[in-house]
Protein backbone atom coordinates (compact mmCIF):
# COMPACT_ATOMS: atom_id res chain seq x y z
CA UNK A 1 0.00 0.00 0.00
CA UNK A 2 2.99 1.89 -0.23
CA UNK A 3 1.61 4.55 -3.82
CA UNK A 4 -2.16 5.40 -1.34
CA UNK A 5 -2.14 9.11 -0.95
CA UNK A 6 -5.41 11.43 -0.32
CA UNK A 7 -7.03 11.70 -3.08
CA UNK A 8 -10.43 13.74 -2.07
CA UNK A 9 -12.81 14.40 0.63
CA UNK A 10 -16.78 13.84 0.76
CA UNK A 11 -18.61 16.71 2.29
CA UNK A 12 -22.09 16.40 1.49
CA UNK A 13 -23.96 19.78 1.17
CA UNK A 14 -27.59 20.59 0.85
CA UNK A 15 -29.12 22.82 -2.32
CA UNK A 16 -25.66 22.88 -3.59
CA UNK A 17 -26.78 24.59 -6.97
CA UNK A 18 -27.17 27.80 -4.61
CA UNK A 19 -24.18 27.21 -2.72
CA UNK A 20 -20.83 29.27 -2.69
CA UNK A 21 -17.91 29.27 -0.12
CA UNK A 22 -18.30 32.39 2.57
CA UNK A 23 -16.23 34.93 0.54
CA UNK A 24 -15.89 32.57 -2.17
CA UNK A 25 -13.26 31.11 -0.34
CA UNK A 26 -12.85 28.42 -3.42
CA UNK A 27 -13.58 28.70 -6.82
CA UNK A 28 -15.91 25.54 -7.24
CA UNK A 29 -16.05 23.69 -11.07
CA UNK A 30 -19.24 21.69 -12.25
CA UNK A 31 -18.45 17.97 -11.91
CA UNK A 32 -21.27 15.67 -12.97
CA UNK A 33 -23.91 13.41 -11.91
CA UNK A 34 -23.31 9.64 -10.80
CA UNK A 35 -26.59 8.08 -12.74
CA UNK A 36 -25.68 4.65 -10.78
CA UNK A 37 -26.34 6.88 -7.38
CA UNK A 38 -28.88 9.63 -8.15
CA UNK A 39 -26.11 12.26 -6.35
CA UNK A 40 -24.58 15.07 -8.20
CA UNK A 41 -20.77 17.16 -7.24
CA UNK A 42 -19.44 20.27 -7.84
CA UNK A 43 -15.52 20.26 -7.32
CA UNK A 44 -13.05 22.58 -5.69
CA UNK A 45 -9.32 21.54 -6.36
CA UNK A 46 -6.40 22.47 -4.27
CA UNK A 47 -3.01 21.77 -4.22
CA UNK A 48 -2.55 18.29 -3.46
CA UNK A 49 -6.21 17.32 -3.10
CA UNK A 50 -9.79 18.32 -4.08
CA UNK A 51 -13.01 19.13 -1.94
CA UNK A 52 -15.64 16.73 -3.71
CA UNK A 53 -18.91 18.92 -2.94
CA UNK A 54 -21.74 16.16 -3.17
CA UNK A 55 -25.63 16.42 -2.93
CA UNK A 56 -28.53 14.46 -4.14
CA UNK A 57 -30.70 14.63 -6.74
CA UNK A 58 -33.05 11.46 -7.04
CA UNK A 59 -33.06 10.70 -3.15
CA UNK A 60 -35.25 7.58 -4.15
CA UNK A 61 -32.81 6.07 -6.35
CA UNK A 62 -29.78 6.43 -3.26
CA UNK A 63 -32.03 5.25 -0.36
CA UNK A 64 -33.20 1.88 -2.48
CA UNK A 65 -28.79 1.63 -3.56
CA UNK A 66 -27.98 1.73 -0.05
CA UNK A 67 -29.58 -1.27 0.62
CA UNK A 68 -27.86 -3.24 -1.34
CA UNK A 69 -24.63 -5.24 -0.56
CA UNK A 70 -22.75 -2.74 -2.60
CA UNK A 71 -24.72 0.08 -1.55
CA UNK A 72 -24.46 -0.03 1.92
CA UNK A 73 -20.62 0.75 1.80
CA UNK A 74 -20.67 3.60 -1.24
CA UNK A 75 -19.51 6.63 -1.05
CA UNK A 76 -22.65 8.53 -0.53
CA UNK A 77 -24.16 5.74 1.68
CA UNK A 78 -23.28 7.43 5.18
CA UNK A 79 -25.96 10.36 3.52
CA UNK A 80 -28.57 8.05 4.60
CA UNK A 81 -26.98 6.49 7.42
CA UNK A 82 -26.70 9.68 9.23
CA UNK A 83 -30.53 11.00 8.11
CA UNK A 84 -29.21 13.74 5.34
CA UNK A 85 -27.38 15.53 8.15
CA UNK A 86 -24.84 17.55 6.31
CA UNK A 87 -21.04 17.28 7.06
CA UNK A 88 -17.95 15.10 5.79
CA UNK A 89 -19.31 11.80 5.28
CA UNK A 90 -15.99 10.11 3.73
CA UNK A 91 -12.14 10.12 2.27
CA UNK A 92 -10.81 8.23 -0.91
CA UNK A 93 -7.51 7.28 -0.99
CA UNK A 94 -5.81 7.28 -4.37
CA UNK A 95 -4.23 4.12 -5.90
CA UNK A 96 -2.24 3.34 -9.16
CA UNK A 97 -3.02 -0.14 -9.26
CA UNK A 98 -6.70 -1.17 -8.04
CA UNK A 99 -6.44 -4.65 -8.62
CA UNK A 100 -3.14 -5.66 -6.66
CA UNK A 101 -4.54 -3.43 -3.64
CA UNK A 102 -7.71 -5.95 -3.89
CA UNK A 103 -5.35 -8.95 -3.64
CA UNK A 104 -3.31 -7.64 -1.01
CA UNK A 105 -6.49 -6.58 1.11
CA UNK A 106 -7.52 -9.79 0.96
CA UNK A 107 -4.60 -11.75 1.19
CA UNK A 108 -5.07 -10.30 4.84
CA UNK A 109 -8.74 -11.25 4.81
CA UNK A 110 -9.85 -8.01 4.44
CA UNK A 111 -13.31 -8.08 3.28
CA UNK A 112 -13.81 -5.80 0.23
CA UNK A 113 -16.14 -5.20 -2.28
CA UNK A 114 -15.41 -4.18 -5.78
CA UNK A 115 -13.55 -2.75 -8.29
CA UNK A 116 -16.47 -0.65 -8.87
CA UNK A 117 -16.91 0.86 -12.59
CA UNK A 118 -18.35 4.29 -11.95
CA UNK A 119 -18.40 7.49 -14.32
CA UNK A 120 -20.03 11.24 -14.39
CA UNK A 121 -21.52 13.05 -17.02
CA UNK A 122 -21.34 16.83 -17.57
CA UNK A 123 -23.23 19.60 -18.65
CA UNK A 124 -21.48 19.17 -22.10
CA UNK A 125 -21.77 14.88 -22.51
CA UNK A 126 -18.08 14.22 -21.25
CA UNK A 127 -17.92 11.68 -19.37
CA UNK A 128 -14.72 11.08 -16.84
CA UNK A 129 -14.42 7.37 -15.25
CA UNK A 130 -13.01 5.34 -12.49
CA UNK A 131 -13.12 2.12 -10.72
CA UNK A 132 -13.60 1.82 -6.60
CA UNK A 133 -13.02 -0.49 -3.97
CA UNK A 134 -14.59 -0.71 -0.58
CA UNK A 135 -13.57 -1.95 2.73
CA UNK A 136 -16.57 -4.05 3.36
CA UNK A 137 -16.26 -4.76 7.30
CA UNK A 138 -19.12 -4.45 9.25
CA UNK A 139 -17.15 -3.76 12.32
CA UNK A 140 -16.20 -0.01 12.25
CA UNK A 141 -16.22 3.32 14.06
CA UNK A 142 -16.19 5.27 11.70
CA UNK A 143 -16.75 5.25 7.86
CA UNK A 144 -13.47 3.71 6.41
CA UNK A 145 -12.32 5.74 3.80
CA UNK A 146 -12.69 4.12 -0.09
CA UNK A 147 -10.41 3.44 -2.84
CA UNK A 148 -10.38 5.29 -6.19
CA UNK A 149 -8.39 4.67 -9.40
CA UNK A 150 -8.60 7.06 -12.50
CA UNK A 151 -9.37 5.48 -15.70
CA UNK A 152 -5.94 7.62 -17.01
CA UNK A 153 -2.41 7.91 -16.03
CA UNK A 154 -1.53 10.59 -13.51
CA UNK A 155 0.55 12.75 -15.91
CA UNK A 156 -2.89 13.16 -18.22
CA UNK A 157 -4.93 13.64 -15.19
CA UNK A 158 -2.90 16.14 -13.97
CA UNK A 159 -2.15 18.60 -16.88
CA UNK A 160 -6.06 18.50 -16.81
CA UNK A 161 -6.37 19.75 -13.12
CA UNK A 162 -3.42 22.01 -13.27
CA UNK A 163 -5.45 25.33 -14.28
CA UNK A 164 -7.95 24.08 -12.14
CA UNK A 165 -6.01 24.35 -8.75
CA UNK A 166 -5.87 26.39 -6.18
CA UNK A 167 -2.51 26.06 -5.13
CA UNK A 168 -2.13 28.52 -2.22
CA UNK A 169 -3.96 25.96 -0.32
CA UNK A 170 -3.60 22.92 0.89
CA UNK A 171 -4.70 20.29 3.03
CA UNK A 172 -2.71 19.31 5.85
CA UNK A 173 -5.09 17.00 7.96
CA UNK A 174 -8.25 15.40 8.71
CA UNK A 175 -9.90 15.44 12.05
CA UNK A 176 -12.19 12.24 13.30
CA UNK A 177 -14.07 11.28 16.10
CA UNK A 178 -14.07 8.16 17.45
CA UNK A 179 -15.88 6.29 20.64
CA UNK A 180 -13.56 3.59 20.23
CA UNK A 181 -10.09 5.10 19.49
CA UNK A 182 -8.05 2.37 19.88
CA UNK A 183 -10.19 0.11 17.64
CA UNK A 184 -10.24 2.58 14.71
CA UNK A 185 -6.45 3.16 15.00
CA UNK A 186 -5.83 -0.60 15.04
CA UNK A 187 -8.46 -0.77 11.36
CA UNK A 188 -6.69 1.90 9.70
CA UNK A 189 -3.26 0.57 10.69
CA UNK A 190 -4.47 -2.85 8.65
CA UNK A 191 -6.53 -2.03 6.35
CA UNK A 192 -4.14 1.51 4.92
CA UNK A 193 -0.71 0.52 6.09
CA UNK A 194 -0.68 3.94 8.33
CA UNK A 195 2.07 4.25 10.87
CA UNK A 196 0.88 6.47 14.27
CA UNK A 197 3.36 9.53 14.55
CA UNK A 198 1.52 10.70 17.75
CA UNK A 199 -0.04 8.67 20.38
CA UNK A 200 -1.65 10.91 23.69
CA UNK A 201 -4.12 10.09 25.85
CA UNK A 202 -6.80 11.68 24.04
CA UNK A 203 -5.82 11.64 20.24
CA UNK A 204 -3.62 9.14 18.01
CA UNK A 205 -2.00 10.89 14.67
CA UNK A 206 -1.70 8.84 11.68
CA UNK A 207 -0.42 9.12 8.29
CA UNK A 208 0.08 7.16 5.20
CA UNK A 209 3.39 5.67 3.99
CA UNK A 210 3.93 8.13 0.79
CA UNK A 211 1.75 11.11 1.86
CA UNK A 212 2.34 14.14 4.62
CA UNK A 213 -1.21 14.60 5.50
CA UNK A 214 -2.26 12.98 8.97
CA UNK A 215 -5.62 11.88 10.59
CA UNK A 216 -5.58 12.79 13.62
CA UNK A 217 -8.30 10.30 15.87
CA UNK A 218 -9.32 12.12 19.07
CA UNK A 219 -11.65 10.00 21.65
CA UNK A 220 -15.51 11.32 21.37
CA UNK A 221 -18.75 10.78 22.46
CA UNK A 222 -19.62 9.78 18.56
CA UNK A 223 -18.11 8.73 15.71
CA UNK A 224 -17.19 10.85 12.57
CA UNK A 225 -15.30 13.14 10.49
CA UNK A 226 -15.59 16.68 12.23
CA UNK A 227 -12.72 18.59 10.84
CA UNK A 228 -10.76 19.32 7.65
CA UNK A 229 -6.85 21.41 8.71
CA UNK A 230 -5.77 22.97 5.81
CA UNK A 231 -2.88 26.06 4.85
CA UNK A 232 -3.24 28.93 3.07
CA UNK A 233 -0.45 30.55 1.55
CA UNK A 234 -1.67 33.67 1.32
CA UNK A 235 -2.96 34.81 5.24
CA UNK A 236 -0.81 35.75 7.77
CA UNK A 237 -3.24 34.63 10.54
CA UNK A 238 -5.37 31.68 11.10
CA UNK A 239 -8.80 31.48 10.83
CA UNK A 240 -11.80 28.73 11.24
CA UNK A 241 -15.51 28.51 9.42
CA UNK A 242 -18.16 25.72 9.60
CA UNK A 243 -19.71 25.42 6.56
CA UNK A 244 -22.89 22.89 6.47
CA UNK A 245 -21.25 20.44 9.27
CA UNK A 246 -18.09 20.59 8.63
CA UNK A 247 -15.08 22.61 10.09
CA UNK A 248 -12.17 24.23 8.54
CA UNK A 249 -9.58 25.00 10.22
CA UNK A 250 -7.31 26.91 8.27
CA UNK A 251 -3.66 27.68 9.19
CA UNK A 252 -1.34 30.49 7.80
CA UNK A 253 1.80 29.59 5.57
Given at each position: ????????????????????F???????Y???????????????????????????????????????????????????????K??????????????????K???Q???????????????????T??????????????????????????E?????????????????G?????????????????W???????????????????????????D??????????????????????????????????
Amino acid sequence: MQDLKLDHIVHYVQQLDNFKFPGNLFTLYQGGKHDQLGTYNRLAYLNNAYIELLDIYKPEKLQKIVKSEEGRVSFPSKIVQDQYKQGLKTIAFQTQDITKLKEKLEAQNIDVIGPVEMERENTKGEKTTWRLLYIADPDYRVKPPFFIQWNENIETREEKLISLRQNAFSIKGIEINSTERTHTVEKWQQWFGMEVVNDTETFTTLKLKNDDIVYRIYDGEYSGYKAVTLKDDNTTSPYTLIIRGLKYKVEAD
